[in-house]
């Protein structure tokens, strides 16, 4: 069995090296020739799996990728030549919802507002969207989900109609691209819905850069509409649109999903994956190879509920920074691509502990402080 995996893959030399010969390759850098001898191919989103590549891949069985999207799979052709394929769905959900909670949150410290007060439109109740939804009502924050296709398919929780989504003071975008049937998500957001947006309202775009046209939306911005936006995906990446950075909001180089853990899931997921197809004993997880984090939060027991929330969640991940980089580096070249492949490490909250003083632990405004910590994912110190 050979195989041959993006070097990019978090811990795949530990994953794979066990399953037959497993050599790497450097995303951009592979060639048709390479994939001659090899059973199964593992990439990341910027290897594109279609015919040129796969023209010599003679003996391939088996394509995955280690990201929860797929648009780089050509997934008619694969199927058409009998090779399985699978995609680490829900692998970034957890980062992801950190990332439109830090969003949130931080807004609200600028603009003065309480996130409870608030009304959130989810759109796209899948992995990425149900683990957003989650972690709104662990914060006691209303949201409603918006997803035709689920809604179709019978899945039973409560859906509501777009013109709900437009009357909700936050918008998170969690949808797959789809140009085709009976539910496109390619432009949702064009002109004229982007013109609908509420002065009060926000928009978090955090699933894929074609679903709000980015050139309607700079058109609004040119003509003088205030708005405010959160972009973390843009379209025709990494060649995206500058000329809309110092109009948003929040501005990042798609690296919502990017916590060492997120991306290290889909590599574990993929070892899943592929271990249940080839009839491979698994004998290995995630839990194995994540580095320890020492950190340890203290809250100050004179802070209210929000101010707790808002320090737990900056401690963890600083989307502020992230957005000074971007403005900062995007101003001078492009440097979207060099952005994301260089990201530095990021944890999630499960990766660190916050602590309580005792005097703080006694009262139950406390207690249900604790409880939320927990629910977060954050590990208690005391």
Not at 107 to 126: E, S, W, Y
Not at 230 to 245: G, M, T
Request: proline share 3%.
């Amino acid at each position: 069995m050979k195989i041959i995996y993006d070097n990019a893959m978090p811990y795949a030399d530990e994953f794979f090296s066990d399953l037959g010969v497993a050599e790497s390759f450097t995303a951009g850098e592979l060639r048709t020739d390479q994939l001659r001898d090899v059973d199964a191919l593992f990439v990341r989103s910027t290897t594109k799996v279609d015919g040129q590549l796969l023209s010599e891949a003679t003996r391939l069985r088996f394509v995955a990728t280690a990201t929860a999207g797929f648009n780089h799979l050509d997934t008619s052709l694969l199927k058409e030549r009998g090779i399985k394929w699978y995609a680490a769905g829900g692998c970034n959900a957890v980062a992801v919802a950190e990332y439109v909670l830090n969003a949130i949150y931080h807004l609200a410290k600028q603009d003065g507002f309480i996130p409870q007060d608030k009304t959130v439109a989810i759109v796209g109740a899948g992995n990425v969207g149900s683990a957003v939804a989650e972690r709104l009502r662990i914060l006691g924050i209303s949201c409603a989900l918006y997803d035709p296709p689920l809604e179709k398919s019978g899945d039973p929780r409560a859906f509501v109609s777009f013109d709900s989504v437009m009357q909700a003071d936050v918008i998170c975008l969690h949808t797959p691209l789809v140009d085709e049937g009976e539910f496109p998500t390619r432009d949702m957001f064009e002109l004229s819905r982007l013109s609908q947006l509420r002065k009060s309202q926000y928009l978090i775009n955090a699933c894929r850069g074609e679903v709000v046209n980015n050139q309607d939306l700079l058109s609004l911005f040119e003509q003088g509409r205030a708005l405010n936006i959160v972009l973390d995906v843009w379209e025709h990446e990494p060649l995206i649109e500058k000329r809309l950075i110092p109009y948003l909001r929040l501005a990042t180089a798609h690296i919502a999903g990017h916590s060492i853990e997120g991306k290290a899931r889909g590599t574990s997921m993929v070892y899943d994956a592929f271990c249940a197809f080839s009839g491979t004993p698994i004998t290995k997880q995630l839990s194995d190879y994540l580095p320890i984090d020492d950190r340890v939060i203290a809250l100050d027991s004179k802070e209210d509920s929000f101010h707790q929330v808002f320090h737990m969640l900056k401690h963890m991940y600083d989307i502020e920074k992230d957005d000074g980089n971007f403005r900062s580096r995007m101003a001078k070249s492009e440097a979207f691509a060099e952005i994301r492949q260089n990201y530095p490490q990021r944890r999630e909250c499960s990766a660190a502990k916050v602590h309580f003083n005792g005097a703080q632990s006694e009262t139950n405004n406390n207690k249900t402080m604790v409880s939320t910590a927990a629910a977060l994912g954050f590990l208690i110190a005391n």
